[in-house]
């Protein structure tokens, strides 16, 4: 029996391959390098996060308890928002390869369903000796107002 290779896995390869040729190792990260990833809050994305991560606070799944607190209405977990960090600390800059060894946030707003969240990380610091870099990390709503705030500190890739 032959197999045949499907053109998502083929796209995703592709995808894989450009992102290591174009990744960022320790030594190009220059301070002050930043990076934006943007993306919209679902109901989805904060069903699936209260699956896997088991918080199921019915302030993130029940609208009708959620409506009786201070925010009228369902928020997103701040854990979730806060992997949107992750996400490109590890995907994109300094991206793949990189090791992350610690991340501290503060949650300063609520987000909603329907949400966009820009996550930005920016290099704050090099330590040379060891090769790790402290990142500034911060995620903003669509009307500009920080929504999460911190740093992060990550292994990038040597070469």
């Known amino acids: 029996m032959k197999l045949q290779k499907s053109k998502y896995k083929k796209q995703k390869f592709s995808t894989f391959v450009q992102k290591i040729s174009t990744m960022n190792t320790f030594d190009k990260l220059k301070l002050g390098d930043s990076y934006t990833d943007t993306r919209v809050v679902t109901e989805e994305m904060i069903n699936t996060f209260a699956a896997v991560s088991g918080d199921s606070n019915p302030l993130h799944l029940d609208a009708d308890f959620a409506a009786t607190t201070p925010f009228k209405e369902r928020i997103a977990h701040g854990a979730l928002v806060s992997s949107f960090i992750s996400k490109v600390l590890g ?44 990142f500034k990390t911060y995620c903003k709503n669509q009307l500009g107002k920080i929504v999460v705030d911190g740093e992060a500190v990550g292994i990038p890739p040597k070469q």
């Open 91 to 134: 995907c994109d800059f300094p991206g793949y390869g990189s090791v992350y060894v610690s991340q501290f946030s503060q949650f300063k707003r609520p987000v909603k369903i329907g949400d966009e969240i820009s996550t930005t990380v920016e290099v704050k610091e090099k330590d040379e000796r060891r090769g790790y870099v402290t």
